[in-house]
Structure formats: structure tokens, C-alpha cells
């Protein structure tokens, strides 16, 4: 049982470089979730989507975008990194959404170091 | 604005009993997750708690009061395994979870 894939694991890029940190998920997940982890601050959302084809921003979009082509994929794109984007990288999928959003489910996190 | 609080750090002995905090303040309220993080690791799913009282798993119980905007995890039977961050997690009038920034528990034998 694989639950959700990230990749890469850790990754280095300089500075106004493009990268796209890939996710997927095989339990069938509508809503997915991209957070990114930084020390002595909780969780943030990145973006969301509650089901394939829709996509929304969280608490923290600027300089980040994201897809959902279909139910198992949701890539987060940078489109030209900066080191303040240097942080753990989560993606997460969770059965429902909004007000039936349950436990979520979480990647092994994607290390990105931007110099 | 919305604002979660859990302490930064614990220390507590292998065997003991430890409770971990956290106090939030949202805008509406519809629930608190707690999670479990290794360092390195992904999180993973302890509790949640939309009502008030106390929830109990085995070794672990979570309580919550939504009049204080208070909740606990506590721990019993302390294992060196438990060392770990703790995430505890509000759920707002949006339904987004509104994340604290972790208590790392480290566990003395």
C-alpha cells in the first residue's frame, strides 16, 4: 500500500530556477493538499484542491501553483524559487473536504534547499 | 486572527504520564486534530475531537473544552518511541485546519 508518493525526497536549486516537487495518491482521495513545514511555525497550506479539475489557495500561494488533472495527481510548481521557498514540502490528501473533511494523509515531505 | 498555542518542548521519563497542551482561538470552531510527527517523517493521525470531554486510544486520550478553547493529549505509559513532535490542529468556520507549530516531547529513560 503506497497511500501518497513524493518526489523528489530532497532536491538543491539555485535561485530563479523552475521546479515541480510531484505527488500522488492511490487510496482514491478527492481532496488534496500541499503545506509547507518551516521551523518554529505550524503547518501551511499552500494550495488545495477539493476534487479533480479545481484547485484553491491557501494561506501561503504566492510564488507557488499547482494542478488536478485528474484524482491521483497534484503537482506544485515553483516558477522561479527563491531561497525564502527553502522548507519541507508536504502534500496530503484526505477523504472528504470541507465539512466532511477527515483524518489527512500525509507524503514522506519533499526537502527543498534553494540557494 | 487565528492563533494556535502548544508548548515548544517537554521532557518527561520513559513510563510516566505527560500531558500536552493547546489553546486556540479561530474564527468558528469544528473541531482539533492531534498528529504525531518523528522527526524526519511525515505526520500521522492521533485524535479528533469536536466535542466536548475526553477520547481515549489505548495509550493515548485527547480532551476538549470548546468554552475554553482548550485542549489536551495526554500520554500514559511513556515510551522511548513516543519521542516526537506533537501537532495539534483547530478547525475553522471554513473548515481549514489552522496548524500549531509543534511540541517535540523528548523522552528520558
Known amino acids: 500500500i503506497a497511500g501518497i508518493t513524493q518526489a523528489p525526497t530532497s532536491q538543491i536549486l539555485a535561485a530563479g530556477r523552475r521546479m515541480t516537487l510531484r505527488c500522488t495518491q492511490d487510496m482514491r482521495h478527492n481532496a488534496m493538499y500541499w503545506y509547507r513545514q518551516d521551523l518554529g511555525l505550524g503547518l501551511r497550506l499552500i494550495h488545495y484542491s477539493n476534487t479533480a479539475g479545481t484547485t484553491g489557495k491557501g494561506e501561503v500561494p504566492d510564488g507557488y501553483s499547482v494542478s488536478r488533472a485528474n484524482t491521483d495527481d497534484f503537482p506544485l510548481t515553483l516558477a522561479s524559487a527563491v531561497p525564502s521557498q527553502t522548507s519541507v514540502y508536504f502534500c496530503a490528501s484526505s477523504n472528504g473536504s470541507g465539512e466532511n473533511t477527515g483524518e489527512l494523509f500525509f507524503g514522506e515531505g519533499s526537502r527543498l534547499t534553494v540557494l | 486572527g487565528q492563533n494556535i498555542d502548544q508548548p515548544t518542548e517537554m521532557t518527561a521519563t520513559e513510563g510516566a504520564i505527560v500531558q500536552i497542551n493547546c489553546t486556540y482561538q479561530t474564527s468558528g470552531f469544528n473541531g482539533l486534530f492531534w498528529y504525531q510527527q518523528h522527526a524526519g517523517e511525515a505526520p500521522t493521525f492521533l485524535s479528533y475531537?469536536?466535542l466536548d470531554g475526553l477520547e481515549e486510544k489505548g495509550r493515548f486520550s485527547s480532551f476538549l473544552s470548546r468554552s475554553k478553547g482548550y485542549s489536551y493529549l495526554l500520554l500514559k505509559e511513556l515510551q522511548m518511541k513516543d519521542s516526537a513532535s506533537y501537532l495539534c490542529a483547530a478547525v475553522d468556520s471554513n473548515y481549514q485546519l489552522i496548524w500549531g507549530a509543534g511540541t517535540k516531547l523528548i523522552i528520558k529513560p
Open positions: 475531537n469536536v
